[in-house]
């Protein structure tokens, strides 16, 4: 095999890897670009916020400024008057939900109890997490 043969095959094998190594990176910037959106949708609100959105109504109902400015007032009264009572009544949620998690473990064998009980500690830890940060939100705003 002679030196340009060797040349062109190390050519072509960086150029695969090349193509290959750019692909990861890009799926991995598109990936944290699209991850980076759904955080920041989701972040500005729940359904509740998201349907009441002072742009969304703006624009279907082709409010004036002054429109915008008193509707904006009252979606952030209603929003508030939503966490508070999703506050209220998170105790009584959550007997609920223990509750109801105690009645589906009678079913299940010990493996699966154990399951049910890191599926439920899981959900524990995000609300947990959920809450300090929209704690946090308040404090900001």
């Not at 400015?69 to 007032?73: D, F, L, S, Y």
């Not at 473990?105 to 299940?108: A, H, M």
């Given at each position: 095999m002679t030196t340009t043969m060797k040349m062109n095959k190390i050519k072509v094998v960086a150029g695969i890897l090349l193509v290959f190594f750019l692909g990861v990176l890009?799926?991995?910037?598109?990936t944290h670009l699209h991850i980076q959106h759904r955080i920041e949708k989701f972040a500005k609100g729940g359904p509740f916020a998201r349907m009441l959105s002072t742009k969304k109504l703006s624009a279907e109902l082709d409010l004036t400024t002054l429109q915008k400015?008193?509707?904006?007032?009252i979606v952030d009264g209603g929003i508030a008057q939503f966490h508070e009572f999703r506050r209220k009544y998170r105790p009584?949620?959550?007997k609920i939900i223990g509750h109801t998690i105690e009645l589906i473990?009678?079913?299940?064998d010990d493996e699966q109890k154990q399951k049910m009980d890191d599926l439920h500690e899981k959900f524990r830890k995000r609300r947990h997490h959920?809450?300090?940060r929209d704690r946090d939100r308040k404090i900001r705003d």
């Open positions: 890009i799926g991995v910037l598109g400015a008193e509707i904006e007032k009584e949620i959550e473990k009678e079913k299940l959920r809450k300090h």
